[in-house]
């Protein structure tokens, strides 16, 4: 059914052993149902991935999955794609009564104060979200704000363009402002803006960083670097960074 190696076939077994009793009858159309409807047609070899990783999605009827799935969709207001990208991302989701995933993700949503399709969104390019308790990420949002010098709802804005800066431990933040400082030869006051304004900047190493950054100065020669640094903060797309949910990289844990 599943096209996967007899080990890792024994593997499935003993982490999910109903699948050695009646679920085994129908787990072969289950399978489809996930692959074709759930999945959205993804490939039989992605489908079995998913399933090797999360077994229990093969114990429920065909029928039952794919009613659970239209149940997401429909609970979480968003497309089918959302949805089959983010049982991929996290199967879970579909073995969890809707409702309660529905209260999960509105808790993060609440947390962030973004709509809950955008949060979805965000779950399905950054899960680690959702690992956190909603009181802690709270928590880590004041702590972030208070050192970046901003507002929570600016901070949100950052974080939708690129979710593992809300996971940036603060230690790791405060290096990372000493080390671009000494690195650009600006103060590091000059540099809360533009984290904010550019917070997928964590998806460059120091090195590319600097060297983009000198191509601006050259670019605009006479301008002291702090006038870079502020006309890249308002202008972000000078940095040609990386494009939001393409470097999922964490952000310093």
Same mark, same amino acid.
């Given at each position: 059914?599943?096209?996967?190696?007899?080990?890792?076939?024994?593997?499935?077994?003993?982490?999910?052993?109903?699948?050695?009793?009646?679920?085994?009858?129908?787990?072969?159309?289950?399978?489809?149902?996930?692959?074709?409807?759930?999945?959205?047609?993804?490939?039989?070899?992605?489908?079995?991935?998913?399933?090797?990783?999360?077994p229990s999605?093969?114990?429920?009827?065909?029928?039952?999955?794919?009613?659970?799935?239209?149940?997401?969709?429909?609970?979480?207001?968003?497309?089918?794609?959302?949805?089959?990208?983010?049982?991929?991302?996290?199967?879970?989701?579909?073995?969890?009564?809707?409702?309660?995933?529905?209260? /999960?993700? !509105? @808790?993060?949503?609440?947390? $962030? &104060? +973004?709509?809950?399709?955008q949060t979805?969104? %965000? *779950? #399905?390019?950054? =899960?680690?979200?959702?690992?956190?308790?909603?009181?802690?990420?709270?928590?880590?949002?004041?702590?972030?704000?208070?050192?970046?010098?901003?507002?929570?709802?600016?901070?949100?804005?950052?974080?939708?363009?690129?979710?593992?800066?809300?996971?940036?431990?603060?230690?790791?933040?405060?290096? /990372?402002? !000493? @080390?671009?400082?000494?690195? $650009? &030869? +600006?103060?590091?006051?000059?540099?809360?803006? %533009? *984290? #904010?304004?550019? =917070?997928?900047?964590?998806?460059?190493?120091?090195?590319?960083?600097?060297?983009?950054?000198?191509?601006?100065?050259?670019?605009?020669?006479?301008?002291?670097?702090?006038?870079?640094?502020?006309?890249?903060?308002?202008?972000?797309?000078?940095?040609?960074?990386?494009?939001?949910?393409?470097?999922?990289? !964490? @952000?310093?844990?």
């Amino acid at each position: 059914i599943l096209k996967i190696p007899m080990d890792d076939a024994a593997l499935l077994a003993a982490k999910e052993p109903r699948l050695l009793g009646p679920a085994l009858h129908t787990s072969g159309a289950t399978f489809e149902a996930l692959r074709s409807v759930v999945l959205g047609g993804c490939t039989t070899e992605q489908a079995a991935a998913i399933v090797v990783y999360s077994p229990s999605l093969l114990c429920d009827p065909p029928d039952v999955i794919t009613a659970r799935f239209k149940a997401l969709v429909s609970v979480l207001a968003t497309s089918p794609p959302q949805v089959s990208a983010l049982v991929a991302k996290q199967p879970n989701v579909l073995t969890s009564p809707p409702d309660q995933v529905l209260r /999960r993700t !509105a @808790a993060v949503a609440d947390v $962030l &104060g +973004v709509s809950v399709p955008q949060t979805v969104d %965000l *779950l #399905v390019h950054y =899960p680690q979200l959702s690992i956190q308790p909603p009181y802690q990420l709270a928590g880590r949002l004041q702590v972030l704000a208070q050192l970046l010098r901003t507002d929570v709802s600016s901070l949100v804005k950052a974080i939708v363009k690129f979710p593992p800066f809300l996971m940036v431990n603060p230690n790791t933040l405060e290096e /990372r402002m !000493a @080390a671009m400082s000494q690195l $650009l &030869g +600006v103060p590091s006051d000059a540099l809360y803006g %533009l *984290l #904010v304004a550019c =917070p997928n900047i964590f998806a460059l190493n120091g090195a590319d960083f600097k060297q983009r950054f000198d191509t601006l100065c050259t670019l605009f020669p006479g301008m002291p670097p702090e006038g870079v640094v502020a006309l890249v903060r308002d202008n972000p797309q000078l940095l040609a960074l990386p494009e939001p949910h393409t470097q999922e990289q !964490a @952000a310093g844990k």
